[in-house]
């Protein structure tokens, strides 16, 4: 249904306060995973649920769940949608799939590892597109506004808008004539799109190059056009009949033999889509020139021809109906050779979705030179990427308009409304597209180059933000960097990242397979009983005992001269797989006035056969919601006269393509995706020094296997016996203590269904925990002992016996209580004591933050005593206020931390170099030992360490 109109009145927005910046904020998130709709590998930042859905859509939809007959679901969506229900309120969003992008990166353009990501097309009803280069029209087309599926069951139509005016002083400006002048009262602008005659007839249309105002006010305006195309609408006496003819339908049906039946009939002579429907162009190319025929009406039938004959629906023959308009070329018709009236043009357009809802874009230019023109859309790509300015404008997080220009194809001169009605229509669907729904959203193969940059798979901990610097920036081929590291580009001042989180929600599925068809037995129909006619007289006669098996009439036997059995119907079904819900079956015409009857079984023998359609048409629409193979025959009944039954057809019936692999072919398979994505995270993390990752476990672990993963994730390398070349070396153990395990998963309430239930992973639920501490107590107050919002049950529930050895291993387990569900540790992955507890590392990155933004206001200040001073009081006030809001440890100022400024750092070598150090120690809440956090100045540039005393 169309959106509600909006009453008369101003209405205003009013934005957030922003959060005091005393401290750097703590509480924003980001999330990396699978999602519906959205830009590819592009941060988005939301606040709401509704920002989110309005960006990235539903959950998306992987794969056939074959242990609990369920579909699998992308975990991003509910992850987020946790996020903000357990207090977060700021989160970066990227959605990651395996696009030409990916591929590029990876040196794979040739031949990349699993289909890529593509954008449905769609035919614009009624419209033509003029090159802006030149040449022959073609049907206008354009894609859906970001990548996937998504758009499969978007419709759309349009419908014009005429303003009529009055012209005078028509004259031409060149000869031959193709640009003209005129004066109007009317206001025009360049780009406007004009209309000469009457599409009933003869039109023209003709594009506004310039205007001029009139000398006096109020007089008239002087306009030059340009003519573009004229075209006119053929009569039924005008093209012989029946005529041979080439047909093509763009996106459909490639150049092949048609035959005109009269002047708005064609019958196509290649089988073309089923997705063929009204509102689309047929191009016609006959002896009389190029004709432009509107599809209004279809005649299918299905596509018999071909050995052996076509088995699937999906392609029919077809005749198309619908006026038929002729090409004139660029010059203006005699029959409209001097015109006084004109009409400027506009386009609507509309997209319908799958529950009926639709959006609309009203009164567009029709060409891309003029204001508020279709081309003036963006697709997601272009509307999310942060402005080159320091304006600050924020693109609107509202749902937009699911069709944008394509931006890989020159705009075209012109669209031509020919066959565009003031009314909008059916609409029409996307074009036929190659490829399985997940192979089109790009998820077919799931593997951890999905999540990782590739240029920095291969980066230790020390050089993966020199290396991505170098290729987001420096470099001369820069480019945006990828899956989770697009998360880099994501900074406050270009200091240090906004977000303090990280959450990878879709990092731990088991991965999935084509499903593959199920053997079926050998079809082996029990014979139809011979009609009684076939062996004896119609009339009274003496009974014959049971009939034989007969393959017709044995005229050896007294019977009817005029018996007889009639043709057998060719039956055809659709091929492969289809989805639970209506497909169709067609079979031939075995002779004319017979009726026919389909028959469905579920089993090989037909021993379950079921009448389910009647009647003397040539093809039956059947509806099954369930999965399952299903067999069909037919056969003609003409009076007691009938046929012999058709060869059986099979359909296979599934919901999904994919199914999800078996958990303990995933733990071999899939299982080194896991911890190469996780390892990217902690490297990623402790690289810029400034996130936390949260992770989790897949959904089938147990306390056994959850250990293990633990235990294979903290695995650092101890030369010369390295068991694990993708482990952390010895100098990157320390990128441990940026990541923090979570588990088990959980049973939450849905926020689309009341009632119903979703397991999802822990991550969203602690990182939404963790900012909300951090927004309303502080980074450093450790975020375990947190009552846990919409949780229901845990999954799978841990025994009381297990919980020392979670514990122990460092996994954060969510545990219930009577007072709700919580989580009862807070720790990281580290080996080292001092920064196990997440306040603690948290406590670190804020300080980090803190030392950036400080340090930067110093950076070219004179190395001296003033700027010691300066230093040691500003550092010392902000130090001050973490000691009063209980960061540190320790009874005084004194016993909680020291800003170190002496000539114990600051050397006369080192003021020579014009390098200035200033170390922060702190010892923090829990651990009673100092930590140094130390700002090295030097050159323009700040860096920040860490060591502990």
Known sequence: MSAPRRLPGISMTVAPPPPVAALPRMDVAAFVGFASTGPLHLPVAVESPAEYAAVFGGDAPLAWDVQTNAPVLACLGAAVRLFFANGGARCWVTRVARNAALEAAAGRSALPAAPLATSNRFAIPGVLALPAAGGACVAADAIARCEGSWSDAVRLDTALQRTGFLLDDWQAADSPASHFTFTTLQPLAAGDLLELGDDASTCAYALVERTRAAVLAGGPLEVAVHLCAAFELEQAATSPSPSAATAEIAGLLGAGPALWLDAGTLQLGLPVSDQLAPGQWVRVVDAAGVAWLRIDEIDRSPAFEGSPPASSTTAVLATVLGPVWRELGALLPPAIAHPTRAQRLALDLRATAADGSDQRLPGLALSPAASGSFWEQQDDASWFLPPDDASGV?????????????????????????????????????????????????????????????????????????????????????????????????????????????????????????????ATPPLAPDAVPAPPQWARHRGACVAVGDLPELAGPDFGNFIDSDTRRLATPTLTGPAGEVRPGSYRLAWSDSEPGADYVLTQAGSADFGDEAEIFRGAGTQAVVSLQRDGVYHYRVLAEHGDDRSAPSDPVTVLVRAEDWEQLDADVASVATEPHWLAIHRAALRLAAAGGDLLAVLAMPRHFRTAQALRYAQRLRGVQQPPAVVDALAFTAREARALSYGALYFPWLQCASADTAGAIVIVPPDGVATGILAARAAGRGAWIAAANEPMSQVVALTPLVADRDR??????????????????????????????????????????????????????????????????????????????????????????????????????????????????????????????FIAVRLAQSGGQARVAEETS
């Open 804 to 929: 020392q050895a979670l514990q122990d291993a460092q996994i954060n387990l969510l545990r219930d209580d009577p007072r709700g569900f919580f989580t009862l540790s807070a720790d990281t992955l580290s080996q080292d004591d001092a920064t196990t507890p997440i306040n603690v590392r948290r406590l670190l990155i804020l300080l980090r933050r803190i030392a950036l933004q400080r340090g930067a206001t110093w950076v070219f200040e004179p190395n001296g005593p003033a700027l010691r001073r300066a230093v040691q009081r500003g550092f010392g006030e902000l130090m001050k206020l973490l000691f009063d809001r209980g960061a540190f440890a320790g009874a005084t100022p004194e016993q909680s931390f020291q800003v170190v400024t002496d000539d114990s750092l600051n050397t006369p070598e080192d003021v020579d170099a014009g390098r200035f150090i200033v170390e922060l120690r702190v010892a923090p809440s829990l651990p009673m030992r």
């Open 394 to 518: 924020a693109r609107t997080l509202a749902p937009r308009f699911p069709i944008a220009p394509d931006s890989a194809a020159a705009p075209p001169l012109a669209w031509l409304p020919l066959g565009v009605q003031p009314l909008f229509g059916a609409g029409v669907g996307a074009l036929p597209a190659a490829g399985t729904a997940l192979e089109r959203d790009g998820l077919s193969l799931f593997a951890s180059d999905l999540f990782i940059d590739p240029a920095l798979a291969a980066d230790a901990v020390d050089d993966l933000a020199d290396h991505a610097e170098l290729v987001r920036i420096i470099s001369p081929q820069r480019r945006p960097l990828l899956g989770m590291h697009a998360m880099l580009g994501v900074d406050v001042g270009g200091l240090y990242n906004e977000a303090s989180l990280l959450a990878l929600p879709d990092a731990i599925h088991l991965g999935w397979r084509r499903r593959a068809i199920d």
